[in-house]
């Protein structure tokens, strides 16, 4: 129990402050019908079966070819784009990493020359 729980029990109490009046749960429902409007009760209709539909496998499965379709174009077309990507991303380190060594195309040269 935390310090303010402790206080609000010590101020209030444990008593409960709400009351109903006496007897005002005997006589709830019926007044709460007696509120109602009146209707007539529904008739009871036959549950009506579902339609079962002769076709519906074949959905299913055009539904799982055609996702297996876009999955593989999808793949396919990432998987083309990705060694441009490398090498963009590699020619890109290249370069800050000159940039970064304050290299010039002589040195480079240079280095390439001594091995």
């Known amino acids: 129990m935390t310090n303010e729980e402790k206080y609000l029990k010590e101020r209030v109490g444990q008593e409960n402050p709400f009351r109903t009046p006496e007897g005002y749960f005997d006589q709830f429902t019926a007044n709460i019908m ?6 007539q009760p529904m008739e009871s209709k036959p549950v009506a079966k579902k339609v079962a539909m002769p076709f519906r496998h074949w959905f299913y499965a055009a ?5 297996l379709v876009v999955t593989a174009v999808t793949f396919h077309f990432h998987e083309v784009d990705a060694p441009q990507q490398k090498m963009a991303v590699t020619e890109s380190y290249i370069d800050e990493a000159a940039d970064y060594a ?4 002589m040195d480079i040269y240079q280095l390439l020359a001594e091995e």
Do not use: T
Request: glycine share 0%; aromatic share 0%.
């Open 34 to 39: 007696a509120q109602l409007p009146e209707r």
């Open 63 to 67: 539904a799982c070819v055609a996702a």
């Open 102 to 105: 304050m290299l010039d195309n």
